[in-house]
């Protein structure tokens, strides 16, 4: 930890607890929560990764204690959100809890905000005191950066203009804002460069949103602003969909990167153009999740955290591993299957690490699934394998589905089915 993280870490305790450390022992100040009598892995975050490396330590080595901290008790699947915008899935189908998970696998689940990690004194900070680790996981998601958008209010904007990129009440006012649309009213929907979550998650977001209008509004369009050149991910498939079910109602317009937002207005601006809309949802750009700015673990981008690909052990902070969206994986995609496979290897290689063993080389698989009608999905798939210290996609071990496909969907469907039952149980 560098000086001015460490002094920015005191100044934030202090004022947390009422008691200045300068002079002091760090984190003296707060009591543990839990004293530690055996080996302990620490995991902050319990979605598609931090809930699979939780249960996959204790599987592999039921004598290690694993102490999961998530802030809410609840989790909300942000794979299949799109879906629930599109108007044909409850949210309630995407939102799993903990207490099975915990009780099967003899997690101690601490509900709670981690605010700040003293990886020297291995120690993480929560409002009910301090936890002590052997080892620490870290799979916080992202967070986003703000700060690269003129006008963007972190607390006003997302209340007017949703990005929905992170599942839960941000899904459920894009819906709204989708049904209440005015009859013939422009959707505007901007998309960061990448690397963001979910590579096809915008594409598949529009072809919800024009499903939805298809059939409910026909009259309205869809404006999309892609920062990017082109779609990024299954885009001949995506644009064979919206020809081929939603002719007219997407405007697409590559290479336009959004630099200001105006809520008022309900515009966003290009630097070229101003475009107003009826409804915007706008995607900012991201970054790892803050508890990995705060715990030092970010690299010299300021975005995401360089880590061993073997081990998922950070490259800046011994005995911590990111896994999930917030890590930097080689060629491996930020999405929910990418984490849940991370997870698994991280956990192997943590229990290796624990007993004084060799790391074991890992195996990687993603797949990741589109819907482009309520009936008719798309999808993505791919090995990969670390060769020279770097994660790399295996020769022919994967591809795009080779049309829009209603068996797809289904196997979406049972993807999600399991994967969530994986993680609460």
């Known amino acids: 930890m560098s000086n001015m993280d460490r002094r920015s870490f005191i100044k934030l305790l202090g004022a947390a607890t009422g008691v200045g450390l300068a002079g002091a022992p ?50 909300v699947s942000c794979p299949f959100s799109n879906t629930v915008i599109g108007g044909f899935r409850d949210i309630k189908d995407n939102t799993i809890t903990y207490e099975n998970l915990a009780a099967n696998n003899g997690i101690k689940v601490v509900y709670d905000e981690v605010t700040a990690v003293d990886t020297s004194a291995k120690k993480v900070v929560v409002s009910g005191g301090t936890i002590s680790y052997d080892r620490l996981v870290l799979s916080p998601g992202i ?5 690269e958008i003129e006008g963007y209010d972190p607390v006003a904007t997302p209340k007017v203009i949703p990005h929905a990129w992170k599942a839960g009440e941000q899904t459920l006012l894009l819906r709204k804002q989708l ?9 505007v929907m901007s998309i960061p460069v990448t690397p963001f979550r979910c590579p096809p998650g915008p594409y598949e977001r529009i072809s919800m949103m024009a499903w939805h209008l298809k059939n409910h509004n026909p009259t309205a369009k869809i404006i999309v602003l892609d920062a990017n050149p082109d779609i990024v991910s299954k885009g001949p498939l995506f644009k064979k969909a919206w020809a081929k079910h939603y002719e007219g109602m997407i405007d697409y317009r590559p290479g336009n990167k959004v630099t200001k937002v105006d809520n008022k207005k309900r515009s966003v601006d290009t630097g070229v153009e101003e475009i107003k809309g009826d409804l915007v949802n706008l995607v900012p750009p991201q970054k790892a999740g803050m508890i990995a ?37 080689g060629a491996m995609p930020k999405s929910g299957y990418s984490a849940n496979s991370q997870a698994k290897v991280c956990a192997t290689n943590i229990v290796q690490l624990m007993n004084g063993q060799d790391l074991i080389d890992p195996s990687h698989t993603n797949v990741c699934y589109s819907y482009v009608t309520e009936n008719e999905a798309i999808s993505v798939a791919a090995v990969y394998k ?24 289904i196997y979406a469907r049972s993807w999600i089915k399991n994967i969530l039952h994986e993680m609460s149980s």
């Open 26 to 75: 760090f984190i003296t100040s707060a009591a543990e929560m839990l004293p530690k009598k055996g080996r302990r892995v620490v995991v902050i975050g319990g979605g598609y990764g931090g809930s699979i490396v939780a249960k996959y330590i204790r599987i592999n080595d039921p004598s290690i204690e694993v102490v999961m901290i998530e802030r809410d008790k609840k989790f």
């Open 143 to 147: 967070d986003f950066r703000f700060e």
């Open 179 to 187: 049904v209440d649309l005015p009859k013939g009213g422009t959707v």
């Open 293 to 329: 700015h705060k715990a030092g673990v970010v690299g010299e981008d300021k975005k995401w955290c360089p880590v061993n690909q073997l081990s998922f052990e950070s490259t800046l902070a011994k005995d911590v591993h990111i896994i999930g969206d917030s890590c930097m994986a």
């Open 386 to 409: 670390v060769a020279e210290g770097k994660t790399i996609a295996v020769a022919n071990s994967g591809g795009v589905s080779p049309d829009l496909s209603e068996l797809e969907a």
